[in-house]
């Protein structure tokens, strides 16, 4: 079965400054995606960045990056320049991608409340 | 605004009743999935819907059910209420192929009181 764990329940950053939320993750299934998920305290679930397990690139999406080590099963999420509206719960999360399909349920972490200091 | 709609955005019931939530996927979307968030258990899969058949189950009890109908939209059914279930409930839909990612509605906080 698939796991994944986030070890930081919480995680503090200046504003304007990077941080990184670490996500490691456990399959035995070869082909997979990896998400990551921003819920506001407003409590809506917002798609943030993915990375395929095949990717040979790292993802990018504007000032969200993913530090992708299939090796180490780890897929950290980098956030430059913080914003006082990063400040939010963070979810890696993991779909595998059965048959080659590309829908399937993910599954969760615990989250990391991030908080952006002025 | 993920496009994907969810009501009622809250419910309050008593225990031992039954409640609907509804989803509507967004244009397109073929599979629609149901999460349940609580703090104890976190977010976790009830189940999938794909152009209306069940596709996959998760951990969801027996006295919840759900449904996809001809238009795609989807509803979950909570039976016997019992406090426990008081939740938030998210829909998410995707659709086949690229990355496959799933846009969550806003959620419909239950409470059994």
């Known amino acids: 079965a698939q796991k994944i764990t986030q070890t930081q329940p919480g995680m503090f950053v200046q504003e304007k400054e990077a941080v990184t939320l670490d996500c490691t993750y456990d399959?035995?299934?070869?082909?997979?995606?990896l998400f990551w998920y921003k819920q506001p305290s407003s409590g809506e679930m917002i798609f943030l960045i993915y990375q395929g397990s095949y990717d040979q690139q790292n993802a990018t999406e504007g000032r969200y990056s993913l530090n992708f080590q299939k090796a180490r099963k780890s897929a950290n999420l980098v956030i430059s320049a913080s914003q006082l509206g990063d400040s939010a719960m963070y979810f890696c999360?993991?779909?595998?991608?059965?048959?080659?399909?590309?829908?399937?349920?993910?599954?969760f972490g615990q989250g990391t409340i991030l908080t952006v200091h002025p | 605004d993920s496009g994907v709609t969810q009501t009622p955005k809250h419910l309050i019931t008593a225990t031992g009743q039954r409640v609907t939530l509804r989803c509507s996927p967004r244009?397109?979307?073929?599979?629609v999935y149901w999460y349940q968030q609580s703090l104890d258990q976190g977010l976790q899969f009830l189940i999938q819907y794909y152009n209306g058949e069940e596709r996959a189950k998760g951990n969801i009890l027996e006295r919840f059910s759900a449904q996809q109908f001809p238009d795609l939209h989807s509803e979950l059914n909570l039976s016997s209420l019992e406090l426990g279930d008081s939740a938030l409930y998210f829909c998410?839909?995707?659709?086949?192929?690229?990355?496959?990612?799933?846009?969550f509605g806003p959620g419909t906080r239950l409470t059994v009181t």
């Open positions: 998410a839909s995707s659709r086949a192929g690229g990355k496959g990612e799933q846009y």
């Open positions: 399959t035995s299934d070869p082909s997979y995606g």
């Open positions: 244009s397109g979307d073929l599979s």
């Open positions: 999360a993991m779909r595998i991608n059965a048959g080659g399909t590309s829908y399937g349920k993910l599954t």
